[in-house]
Nanobody, 115 residues
Framework: QVQLVESGGGLVQAGGSLRLSCAAS????????MAWYRQAPGKQRKLVAT???????NYADSVKGRFTISRDNAKNTVYLQMNTLKPEDTAVYYC?????????WGQGTQVTVSS
């Protein structure tokens, strides 16, 4: 199991920015695909962005052009830079190893965007 700790969430106004961090207990270089997910109130957890060891990224349509996923292998950390935040981005954000089946979820970090 890979332990993951999310941080960086908070309360921001619409149009603002936040950078989320995800610290992993193992070298993320050994994890082929890292991902950020989010779960809004009353909604299912959804995939937000992915990044591979090769640096390939993919984004949900709802965040494309506004969010950027990146990884720092030396720090065993994955980031999610969120710009031009919208109220609909409000959710608990989680990171996980998308390529590891059944890896447990962390506590996530709350992002609240006010209008």
């Amino acid at each position: 199991q890979v332990q993951l700790v999310e941080s960086g969430g908070g309360l921001v106004q619409a149009g603002g920015s936040l950078r989320l961090s995800c610290a992993a207990s193992v070298s993320i270089f050994s994890i082929s695909v890292m991902a950020w997910y989010r779960q809004a109130p009353g909604k299912q957890r959804k995939l937000v962005a992915t990044i591979t060891t090769g640096g390939n990224t993919n984004y949900a349509d709802s965040v494309k052009g506004r969010f950027t996923i990146s990884r720092d292998n030396a720090k065993n950390t994955v980031y999610l830079q969120m710009n031009t935040l919208k109220p609909e981005d409000t959710a608990v954000y989680y990171c996980n190893a998308a390529s590891l089946i059944g890896n447990p979820w962390g506590q996530g970090t709350q992002v609240t965007v006010s209008s």
